[in-house]
């Protein structure tokens, strides 16, 4: 056999997911392939990572609690059940240690590679502070969003930017919500992530949840909720540059009605319409200045790759992707 095939007779023996050092070890018992080097366990880990990063169909992976990978065959995957992969974990009694977890990063950590994610495509972003509401019960993660973020459309001229004002001021401009989580492991996370950025987004124009990880075994439920309810979905990265929208959002009218009870709990919310409308109304003659008063008041982006890989680092967010 090749590496490839000895992988994949592995992961067939197995019938359900397996780590990195369990294939190899499978490997070498039933003797499937001849390893040269003195390393097997490292070989075996190389070519896994290579079927994720070569989008290589047949094989697929999902996270564990202690932060390590498990693989199984794809065409495996309707024998398996999540919460079952989540019970074996518990009953291995796999355990973080107190080092390991001090050197993670948080979910606000993600928001300036959203910001700087956003700020590419032209688009304003704001973090929005919950815990600085009026009213700190436990409801509130189910009214405010992560962040919000703004979009005009981008007319070439003045002359028609202000007619388009004239006609219709709310179609100048369009308003995001966005919902950020570190990973979604389960069929149980995504739906909870899920519904709280669609509980979130009712006010917006698009509603977004966005995560550092998603499981591979996840696709199709994602799939089939971005259609049922029209929340789109993004795997932000490392390198901001390289995330990606795998499920569009669907656009919708803004509920101003929501907007009103946002502003009244939330100063950081009020203030960020209060900024959107006087970037809106402004003259032509105090408009530079103030855009830049809103520039100021938004969040902070990368300038340049340095600074993303240094934050990143500072942060303890993977690089490796």
């Known amino acids: 056999m090749t590496i ?12 359900i997911f397996a780590s990195s050092v369990e294939i190899c070890n499978h490997i070498l018992d039933k003797k499937y392939y001849d390893f040269s080097g003195k390393t097997p366990a490292g070989t075996i880990s190389a070519r896994l990572g290579d079927f ?11 996270k564990q609690p202690n932060g390590t990978y498990s693989y199984y065959l794809s065409k495996n995957e309707k024998f398996i059940d999540v919460n079952f992969i989540e019970e074996v974990a518990e009953k291995k009694n ?27 495509l032209d688009t304003y972003s704001k973090t929005i502070f919950h815990e600085q509401s009026n009213g700190k019960d436990s409801n509130q993660i189910w009214t405010h969003p992560d962040m919000v973020g703004l979009k005009f459309l981008n007319l070439q001229t003045k002359v028609s930017q202000n007619f388009l004002k004239s006609i219709n001021r709310v179609d100048t401009f369009k308003i995001s919500s966005y919902e950020l989580k570190r990973e979604i492991n ?39 909720l971005n259609q049922s309810f029209g929340i789109g979905i993004i795997k932000i990265s490392a390198n901001p540059f390289h995330s990606k929208v795998l499920f569009p959002a669907k656009y919708k ?3 101003f009605k929501t907007i009103d009870k946002l502003c009244k709990i939330n100063k950081d919310f009020e203030r960020f319409i209060e900024q959107t409308e006087k970037l809106m109304t402004a003259s032509e003659k105090y408009y530079s200045g103030v855009e830049k008063e809103f520039c100021e008041f938004c969040d902070n982006y990368f300038e340049n790759d340095v600074e993303i890989e240094n934050y990143c680092k500072e942060k303890y967010i993977p690089q490796n992707e």
Do not use: C, P
């Not at 590679?113 to 700020?119: A, E, F, I, T, V």
């Open 4 to 15: 490839t095939e000895a992988v994949l007779k592995s992961l067939e023996d197995k019938q």
């Open 52 to 62: 994720i990063r070569e989008n290589d169909t047949r094989v697929k992976r999902i």
């Open 94 to 120: 796999i355990k973080i240690s107190k080092s390991e977890r001090a050197k993670t990063y948080d979910e606000r950590d993600l928001h300036k590679l959203l910001s700087s994610y956003l700020k590419n």
């Open 253 to 255: 009218e803004l509920d």
């Open 186 to 224: 389960s069929d149980n996370e995504l739906k909870k992530a899920f519904f709280q950025a669609y509980s979130n987004s009712s006010w917006a124009n698009y509603g977004y949840l966005v995560a550092f990880e998603f499981s591979d075994i996840l696709q199709e439920e994602m799939e089939r």
